[in-house]
């Protein structure tokens, strides 16, 4: 197993540009999070899915967009890039609530 | 909303001496879970512990759930450089919330 993945590795943005994140889990895990994790500091919730096209918004949602049409895959979308969102982003999956999470290596990510 | 406080923010030990870090809640948790993040890393599971008072250990790791389940500490026996990385607690109320994380270093 592959685990989580994530693509790209790294990316550079200028301020409106947009791009997608992308994840995918071979676990079978029904459970998937974005986290956004700045500098010095945690993981905040930025979006989650329970299972195949059901996505709620967590703590920082604003100027991102989630998708879940497979069980594997849960892209983020940030559409109007902005300095703000200059941030290490993580996709974590679990099979349960309360389970361990399973984390993807992240995706640098800083717009200027 | 719940909230989760993780002390120190930072701690610089030399090797051999011991390390800890505290977590608490706002909030009652149902759970509380430990990773770990080595520097450029991912979080990465240690442990969860569920039940009030519960005390477990892996090597030289000691962890422990508060009698009231709003606190837990993370104990390191004997720190070597391999220990170095972020400690996260992360706390299930009604979600999962992450602390913001020890960082610790180590001096050989």
């Not at chain 2, 977590?23 to 512990?49: A, D, E, M």
Request: net charge positive; with cysteine.
């Amino acid at each position: 197993n592959a685990g989580v993945t994530q693509t790209p590795k790294f990316r550079i943005l200028k301020i409106g540009q947009s791009m997608t994140l992308q994840c995918t889990q071979d676990m079978n895990h029904n459970y998937m999070y974005w986290y956004r994790q700045d500098p010095g500091m945690g993981l905040k919730l930025i979006y989650y899915s329970v299972g195949a096209g059901i996505t709620d918004k967590g703590e920082v949602p604003n100027g991102y967009n989630v998708s879940r049409s497979t069980t594997e895959d849960f892209p983020l979308r940030l559409e109007l890039a902005a300095p703000s969102q200059t941030s290490v982003y993580f996709c974590a999956s679990t099979m349960q609530i309360y389970n361990e999470q399973f984390f993807g290596p992240g995706t640098r990510l800083t717009v200027l | 909303g719940q909230q989760v406080m993780q002390i120190p923010q930072y701690q610089h030990v030399q090797e051999g001496e011991d390390f800890t870090t505290y977590c608490n809640s706002s909030t009652t948790l149902s759970n509380i879970q430990w990773y770990k993040q080595r520097p450029g890393g991912h979080p990465v599971f240690l442990i969860q512990l569920v039940k009030s008072g519960e005390v477990k250990k892996q090597k030289r790791l000691t962890f422990q759930f508060g009698e009231a389940k709003k606190n837990s500490s993370l104990h390191i026996t004997a720190t070597q450089t391999t220990d170095v990385g972020t400690y996260f607690c992360a706390g299930y109320g009604n979600k999962l919330v992450f602390g913001a994380g020890t960082i610790l270093r180590v001096k050989s």
